[in-house]
């Protein structure tokens, strides 16, 4: 079957550097997504990694490894509206997208 | 501004009672996805529509229906046969399926209840 892995919930601190990390086993691999929704809000679109390595985008950058089936996103500079869901999507081998559970991630200040 | 509209943003539901949820985009974009967002669960696909008046079954059609008579619509019935139908409801859109055509811009959601 396929899966996406992401931790359900994280905590940091407001200035700080977090790292959310996602591992995926899917049928084929065409690209990795990222999208940040608030509590009741509308996904919105992040950053996709096609091939292995590092995208930065500002304060949030997103790594991709194809051989180990992983990817991290790292946010730095921390805010308090950064408190949001963070959702890992990966695009298979029939170009359908598979989206992980999301990690919940708390900014206390 | 361009973006896509959902609404109602609240809905309640029923016994036996289907009800329509509205998806309107301006984007101009091919293709539609109707997602359903549960608590601790990835977004899982209903249906999904490259072109008018086409549209395939995602993962968990069984209980709802869709059409696609405009490029700018794609509403989402929820029929009485949904049994457990309370969840949030995401629809998106995108320029099309390839990888590069791919990434889904979200309307904001409506929350569907049963009395």
């Known amino acids: 079957g396929q899966n996406i892995d992401q931790p359900t919930e994280m905590t940091a601190t407001e200035g700080a550097i977090v790292q959310i990390n996602c591992t995926y086993q899917?049928?084929?691999?065409?690209?990795l997504f990222w999208y940040q929704q608030h509590a009741g809000e509308a996904p919105t679109f992040l950053s996709y990694?096609?091939l292995d390595g590092l995208e930065e985008k500002g304060r949030f950058s997103s790594f991709l490894s194809r051989s180990k089936g992983y990817s991290y996103l790292l946010l730095k500079e921390l805010q308090m509206k950064d408190s949001a869901s963070y959702l890992c999507?990966?695009?298979?081998?029939?170009?359908?997208?598979?989206w992980g559970a999301g990690t919940k991630l708390i900014i206390k200040p | 501004d361009g973006g896509i509209t959902q609404s109602p943003k609240y809905l309640f539901r029923k016994e036996g009672q289907n009800v329509t949820l509205s998806c309107e985009q301006n984007?101009?974009?091919?293709?539609m996805y109707w997602y359903r967002q549960d608590p601790g669960q990835g977004l899982r696909l209903i249906y999904y529509?490259?072109?008018?008046?086409?549209?395939q079954k995602g993962d968990i059609a069984e209980g709802y229906s869709v059409s696609r008579e405009k490029k700018e619509s794609f509403p989402l019935t929820v029929t009485s046969a949904q049994k457990n139908p309370t969840a949030f409801y995401l629809c998106?859109?995108?320029?099309?399926?390839?990888?590069?055509?791919?990434?889904?811009?979200f309307g904001a959601g409506t929350r569907l209840s049963v009395l």
């Open positions: 998106a859109s995108s320029t099309g399926t390839e990888l590069t055509k791919n990434i889904q811009y």
């Open positions: 984007l101009n974009h091919d293709a």
């Open positions: 529509s490259q072109i008018v008046n086409d549209f």
């Open positions: 899917t049928s084929g691999f065409n690209g």
């Open positions: 990694n096609v």
């Open positions: 999507a990966v695009i298979d081998g029939n170009y359908q997208l598979i």
